[in-house]
């Protein structure tokens, strides 16, 4: 991993495409916030600005041990991180102020959990406007337990990525109902937390979607509500009354609700006369229904209009999230062991096979070897990566581009909806409305656009600032590594419980502290406040390159050299002598608590000087050794039986590799062996790891195929009341889940898609 300084901006100009560097001025920008200084950022842009290329590229070459998380289970695949709720383990339903130290703890952190927290130094939280105030405020107390207690999020840099003006956080009229008293908006910038900090914004200028200059400004007119009768002419003069998209395009029709889309894709589906074909997802291990990506039952038919759901993860690069297709078929592989969906693109003209692809479902855990920050895989998902897509909601859209597009958007409900689905579209001319818009189909939110006026007003200033803040942060960062008087604090209160309780017995080993005591102070502490003053000094005559200055670099390696030779003389024979034996309980644990402060703070010091005298001193590196010393200590303070423990994890590490070796096995198939031995679906799925519904899935196959009968699965009275509520919608399509709002509690998902399906 390479190490990032204060010059490091070059690092993320020359890692990202040739288009984005001819207009990265802001990505720099924030990049130097984050990679030098330890300023919080917002980050924030226009729609097709580039905010998720910029995330990408920040995953790449990571400059600070950080996480990123999101408000929803399908934001975070998207992102490759974690749910905020998970990665916290806050529940769900508001965090009134003042009562989440009070409230159950439903789960208990794990020390992995709170050791990863401890060495954090960037929290990247994307979606951001979909993040609810109290949400944050929730992190903040999360944090505060684990880090700094007295500063806001324990004082980790937040990286917060997200448009206002898109989707809105949800605060459904009950929730907001006990909000409300203790916050004047739902949005995140009203968590009390955010308001003690001092935070940057970095607005992404430069739009890469739309090229054309009179629909960029009608867009922008839109997204701040400044609407004259000129973008109202210019929008409905793309209405067109009983709109048909032409035979052979891709068009895709976007609406405001899930039931508009539903329907419109299953009209277009019946009128289809091709066999419909099913397929099911395989499911495997941790992988919550909440977050599929896509549907674990995709019923398609040949000549049905599909999109692309994920971007070609193999080094074809045939399809992207969002391309539009046309199912003309399925074939086997050259192996005839997978099945392939025959997809026509008329955008290049190109057929594309399409297999199956995988999302995984990680959660972050720290490196056993390396100590750093990594992703382990929970649970996976697997499924071919395309939906119906003769219609998706504006929801669903979120992040997509289309060349054609049919907008049905009168019924908007939301802040930011109507501009989200204009925002989708490349040009003005390959958009239609299905009606003519209606001003009051534009909502927008008032506290909203006076939080972004004043943001956008202050990061005016905000490059200005950025000198002085890489300054500071350098500068912190140097007091901070030689700064030791907590050190000095800890052996001086060990010298006072060994003065006061246990001076007779052991006389040696208090002189031995009383004479490192006096030297820590006269040796190091002394001298660390003067050469304090010299590389203060050093770095004003730097003119800001101070990262790159050689002189003072040389001073920093000779300084650390004599600090660490000068720890071990006088504090190795403290070490050396530390194991007494202590009859009296209180005066014991006293002891211990006074030893453990004191290990800590000079393990933390000799760790840190040990690795950056071997590879110079830089933000990113000492970080790393801060960290990677910090974890040292926490493993040594852990490892009362610790050869056991470490054949332990050898063991169940040898057996999870042995399992996952073995030979693949049709999973359809296995679960019908397990069906026909006289398991049930809720036996089937808890032995395989697998969800009910999938295990539902794999025998709906084989009630296909003529060799399960569902009568074996689901009773008929079951049958015959799940097939009467269904019928009570009437033609409007329903949900499993809204069919199991209606029927006893004794009635599970799997029967209810058993039946809805055959």
């Known amino acids: 991993m390479s190490y990032i300084d204060s010059a490091s901006e070059d690092v993320f100009a020359s890692s990202v495409e040739e288009d984005v560097r001819q207009h990265n001025r802001e990505m720099n920008l924030a990049w130097q916030f984050i990679a030098s200084t330890n300023m919080s950022v917002f980050l924030t842009g226009k729609a097709g600005t580039g905010k998720t290329t910029f995330l990408r590229k920040l995953r790449e070459i990571t400059p600070k041990r950080m996480v990123v998380l999101a408000p929803t289970g399908v934001a975070a695949i998207n992102a490759q991180g974690q749910t905020i709720h998970s990665f916290f383990q806050l529940p ?88 409300s008293p203790y916050y004047t908006t739902p949005y995140f910038f009203g968590s009390h937390a955010l308001e003690q900090i001092e935070y940057v914004t970095v607005e992404l200028q430069h739009i890469y979607r739309q ?36 035979v052979g395009e891709d068009w895709i029709r976007l609406t405001t609700h899930n039931r508009m889309a539903q329907e419109y894709n299953d009209k277009m589906l019946h009128s289809l006369h091709a066999e419909p074909m099913t397929f099911h997802a395989e499911v495997h291990r941790n992988f919550p229904e909440t977050s599929y990506p896509a549907d ?265 050299g004599y600090f660490q030779k000068k720890l071990h003389e006088l504090l190795d024979p403290v070490m050396a002598s530390t194991k007494l034996v202590i009859n009296n309980k209180q005066v014991k644990n006293q002891y211990n608590n006074a030893l453990d402060a004191f290990t800590l703070s000079y393990k933390m010091k000799t760790g840190v000087f040990s690795r950056l005298l071997s590879t110079g001193f830089s933000v990113r590196g000492y970080l790393n050794a801060k960290a990677l010393a910090s974890l040292d200590e926490v493993k040594v303070s852990e490892e009362g039986v610790s050869i056991s423990d470490a054949a332990s994890k050898k063991k169940k590490k040898e057996e999870k590799e042995a399992k996952e070796k073995k030979p693949k096995v049709d999973t359809r198939a296995e679960s019908y062996r397990l069906f026909r031995e006289g398991n049930t679906i809720a036996e089937i799925a808890k032995q395989r790891s697998l969800t009910e519904g999938t295990i539902a899935g794999h025998l709906a196959t084989y009630i296909e195929k003529g060799e399960v009968n569902l009568n074996e699965l689901v009773s008929t009275q079951h049958q015959n009341i799940i097939r009467g509520v269904a019928r009570s919608f009437g033609n409007k399509a329903c949900t499993i889940s809204e069919v199991k709002a209606l029927l006893p509690d004794d009635y599970t998902y799997a029967e209810i898609k058993l039946v809805l399906t055959n």
């Not at 789960?107 to 960037?122: A, F, G, P, Q």
């Not at 400044?226 to 067109?240: E, F, G, K, P, T």
């Open 92 to 179: 769900f339903g508001p965090n009134i102020p003042g009562q989440q130290g009070e409230r159950k703890s439903y789960y208990k952190v794990s020390k992995e959990k709170k050791n990863l927290i401890r060495t954090l130094d960037l929290l990247v939280i994307d979606e951001i406007s979909m993040v609810r105030c109290d949400v944050l405020d929730a992190i903040d107390t999360e944090l505060r337990k684990y880090r700094d207690h007295s500063k806001p999020f324990g004082g980790v840099q937040l990286l917060l990525i997200g448009d206002l003006q898109q989707l809105a956080p949800v605060a459904q009229e009950r929730e907001w109902s006990l909000l």
């Open 211 to 246: 090229q054309d200059a009179d629909f960029i400004n009608v867009l922008a007119k839109i997204r701040t509500n400044n609407i004259d009768d000129s973008v109202i002419q210019a929008l409905n003069s793309r209405y067109v009354k009983d709109f048909v998209p032409p």
């Open 296 to 560: 674990e039952a995709l019923l398609l038919k040949t000549g049905a209009q599909v999109m692309f759901i994920k971007n070609d993860p193999s080094a074809a690069k045939e399809y992207y999230n969002g391309k539009i297709g046309v199912v003309q078929g399925v074939e086997w592989d050259n192996d005839g062991e997978n099945m392939l969906i025959r997809v026509f693109c008329k955008e290049d003209g190109k057929t594309i096979l399409v297999s199956k692809v995988v999302w995984e479902n990680t959660k972050y855990v720290i490196d056993d070897k390396t100590g750093d920050i990594r992703e382990e895989v929970e649970g996976t998902f697997t499924q071919y990566p395309l939906r119906l897509a003769w219609a998706i909601t504006v929801h669903k859209s979120q992040g997509l581009t289309f060349d054609h597009a049919v907008l049905d958007i009168n019924d908007s409900f939301t802040h930011g909806q109507v501009y989200v689905a204009l925002s989708r579209c490349r040009t003005l001319q390959g958009m239609v409305l299905s009606r003519p818009l209606a001003l009051r189909s534009v909502i927008t939110d008032a506290s909203v656009n006076a939080y972004i006026d004043k943001e956008l007003a202050e990061a005016q200033q905000t490059e200005d600032k950025l000198p002085q803040m890489k300054y500071e942060y350098y500068f912190h960062l140097l007091n901070e590594m030689f700064d030791f008087r907590t050190l000095k604090s800890d052996l001086g209160y060990m010298v006072r419980v060994v003065g006061e309780h246990l001076a007779a017995s052991y006389p040696d080993f208090l002189s031995i502290m009383k004479d490192s005591y006096a030297k820590l102070d006269a040796d190091i502490i002394t001298v660390a406040l003067k050469f304090g003053n010299q590389y203060q000094q050093l770095m004003a005559q730097s003119q800001g390159n101070f990262a790159k200055d050689e002189k003072l670099n040389e001073r920093l390696m000779a300084a650390m």
